[in-house]
Structure formats: structure tokens, C-alpha cells
């Protein structure tokens, strides 16, 4: 089974570009499989049916993995068998009539354009190094960027004169996103004197460099974003996705376009894009409960005609 997974591991990134982190646990996934195919005798690819797929399923569930995790490991499942079928090394894929688990959508935490503003107001710009972080967290909020995607941008990625920059997503893939005015100047102004000081006499391709003259990485934005979120106030725990989250929940509050989101995201699928909608939803409501006579909230402080009395009214104007 070994030489098999070798043989899938190389596929998965030679031909489909899967980040490293997606292929390991891809393999991690297989791995707890064909040991549980051992356990219960199955030393013989040929020999899986859907039946064990579903046992083995059975058993991530009974060690309370969530049905994300589960659907995770289904998937590498399929990919494998798949590829064996591709490859001619087994004629049937068991996993042909399977179904991916359901899982739950979390809807994705984000920060209120207040606490947006706090956070991108507090880098003190008097010094190089504050320059640089206003640059680097206007520029985040602007673009929606993954945390990975700002840390390798190189000074030739950008174009701000036209108004964007050319981002490197999943499996390398390249895409083009708008700058905004504010975000544009900040990064202009970093780069026409606090990167020059910061640098000094060393060279970088790297867009935005730390005090050693080095490109940064994710977790010294981490901790960079972590300590401005402190010094905000913002209690919420608060990462560099959050920031992406608050990006596209902001967007899709204003009207704008699912598709241009997802353009603007780098996501594959449109599905994945839709959950910003469930989030303006879920806000619309909260507002409802919260504002209308027979909303939730306002019945349970007392203010409307279930749990209290029904509230009082002003007699029409002239009456």
C-alpha cells in the first residue's frame, strides 16, 4: 500500500499543485486508513469495498471527529482510489457511490468596521517600522490577501499606479486584486522611504522586510497583528484570516458582487464565496431581534406583547 500512497503523494504534487500542507494531510489521512484496513485483515487494494470505507468511517466518528474532519478524510480516500483506477492499477473505485459527509459551515468571525479602523489606527507612523505595519495591515484589509499570499509579495508584484497587485494563491495560482486609494498611498509612502531605511545597504526582492533586511514570515505578521489588536483594544481573538474575513463580509454588505468577491478571494468555488451571504443574513437578523417590536431580543427585555407589556405608543401626529 506504501508504494501506492508514494505514487499518489508525487501525483498529487507534480499534476495538481496542492499546497504542501493539503498533500500532508492528505497523507496523514491515508495513513490512519490503510491502518485500519490492516487492523480488520485487508492487505489487498483490490479487495476494499464501499462497506469498508463506510466501517472505517464509522470508526473516525466514534472517536468524535467532527464531520468536517470526516468529509477531509473521505476525500483523500476518493482522491487515492481514483488515482488507482486512472493509473490501471485496480479496475473499481469503491468509492464511486459514496457520499461526502455534511458538515455544519461555522460562519467565519470578523472584526466591525470600528474595530477595523481601531486596528488599522494604531501603527505609530513617526518611525520606519511603523510605516511599514500601517502599510502592511491597510493593505491586507484592502485586498482580502491569505496571510501567506502578503508575505511573499514582491516589490515588481505590485502596480499602483494601475491600482492592483498580482497575488500568488493555492497551487501557485496567480490572480489580479484591486488596491484601494488609502491602501495605494500607505504602501507608496513605505516604500519611498521606511523600506529604504529598514534596508539600508542590503537588497530584498521582498515587498515588506523586518529590521534584519528580511522578507517577513506568518507567524511575525501573527505576532505583529496580535500586538496592534492589544494595543486597539479589540478583546476578540483576532488573526490575519479575520482580517480576509471582515474584507469580504464588508463587501458583500454594500452589494457587491458574489462573483467579484470570489475573484477577489482567489476561491475555486462559488460556494465557498456564498457564506459571506449567510453572514449578512445572520447580521440582518441579529438587527431584526434585536430592533422590531416582535423581535427576540426586544420581546425578552419585556418591550413587546409576549414576556411584558406591549409597548406604549405615541398617538398618531393631529390625533
Do not use: C
Not at 152 to 173: E, F, I, P, T, W
Not at 240 to 250: G, I, N, V
Not at 283 to 301: K, N, Q, S, T, W
Amino acid at each position: 500500500m506504501e508504494g501506492y500512497l508514494d505514487a499518489f503523494i508525487a501525483f498529487m504534487r507534480a499534476e495538481r499543485g496542492l499546497s504542501g500542507k493539503t498533500v500532508d494531510a492528505y497523507a496523514a489521512d491515508l495513513g490512519v486508513y490503510f491502518a485500519d484496513l490492516k487492523r480488520r485483515g485487508i492487505g489487498d487494494l483490490r479487495r476494499v469495498t464501499p462497506e469498508d470505507i463506510l466501517a472505517h468511517l464509522a470508526t473516525l466518528g466514534a472517536r468524535k471527529l467532527s464531520r468536517r474532519s470526516q468529509a477531509r478524510h473521505l476525500a483523500a480516500i476518493r482522491g487515492f482510489h481514483r488515482f488507482l483506477v486512472a493509473e490501471k492499477y485496480v479496475e473499481k473505485d469503491p468509492t464511486e457511490d459514496l457520499d461526502t459527509p455534511r458538515s455544519a459551515k461555522k460562519l467565519p468571525v470578523f472584526l466591525t468596521l470600528e474595530e477595523v479602523e481601531q486596528l488599522l489606527a494604531a501603527p505609530d507612523e513617526k518611525d520606519a517600522t511603523g510605516q511599514r505595519d500601517k502599510a502592511m495591515l491597510e493593505l491586507l484589509y484592502a485586498t482580502g490577501l491569505r496571510v501567506s499570499e502578503l508575505v511573499g509579495l514582491g516589490v515588481n508584484d505590485l502596480q499602483l499606479s494601475a491600482g492592483y497587485l498580482v497575488a500568488r494563491g493555492k497551487g501557485a495560482k496567480e490572480r489580479i486584486v484591486p488596491v484601494g486609494t488609502i491602501a495605494g498611498e500607505k504602501v507608496r509612502a513605505y516604500l519611498e522611504s521606511a523600506r529604504p531605511a529598514l534596508l539600508g545597504e542590503r537588497q530584498s526582492q521582498a515587498l515588506f522586510v523586518t529590521l534584519r533586511g528580511e522578507g517577513f514570515t506568518r507567524q511575525g505578521f501573527w505576532k505583529l497583528l496580535k500586538r496592534y489588536a492589544l494595543k486597539a483594544g479589540i478583546l476578540k481573538p483576532i488573526s490575519p484570516h479575520k482580517l480576509r474575513h471582515s474584507f469580504a463580509t464588508h463587501l458583500v454588505e454594500r452589494g457587491a458582487d458574489l462573483r467579484a468577491v470570489q475573484a477577489m478571494l482567489g476561491h475555486a468555488d462559488l460556494a465557498t464565496t456564498q457564506i459571506y451571504t449567510h453572514v449578512n443574513s445572520a447580521r440582518l437578523r441579529a438587527v431584526y431581534d434585536h430592533a422590531h417590536p416582535r423581535g427576540d431580543d426586544v420581546r425578552g427585555r419585556g418591550g413587546g406583547a409576549i414576556g411584558g407589556r406591549a409597548p406604549t405608543r405615541k398617538p398618531p401626529r393631529g390625533a
